[in-house]
């Protein structure tokens, strides 16, 4: 973060990317919220992007690897949006929930 100039709360930033990508990740992998879940891989993904990968701010020697993986990374979004959109599908979490019955036990 310090070779971004991030120095703001660096140690509270850590924490909240982790939470983050693991509970949007796991969310996404799970097929349950995946609305949340792709909204938290987002709010992460996004900024990060603009951050460390801002092609227009690199020397002419690293334009184009830098342009690469932020189209890359950009490809990711657009990727999570669909699966934002397209929810869960026939093997979620989700879908079996409410499918799965308790027996009644006799009385």
Do not use: C
Request: no cysteine; glycine share 10%; aromatic share 12%.
């Amino acid at each position: 973060m310090s070779a971004f100039n991030i120095l703001w709360q660096q140690d509270i930033l850590l924490v909240l990317s982790i939470v983050l990508l693991i509970i949007g990740g796991v969310l996404i992998l799970l097929g349950y919220r995946m609305g949340l879940g792709g909204f938290l891989v987002l709010a992460y993904w996004i900024p990060v992007t603009f951050i460390a990968h801002s092609f227009w701010n690199y020397p002419a020697n690293e334009i184009r690897i830098e342009a690469l993986i932020f189209a890359k990374n950009f490809a990711i979004v657009g990727g999570v949006l669909l699966l934002m959109i397209n929810s869960s599908g026939k093997y979620s979490v989700k879908r079996l929930m409410p499918v799965t019955r308790i027996p009644k036990g006799e009385t």
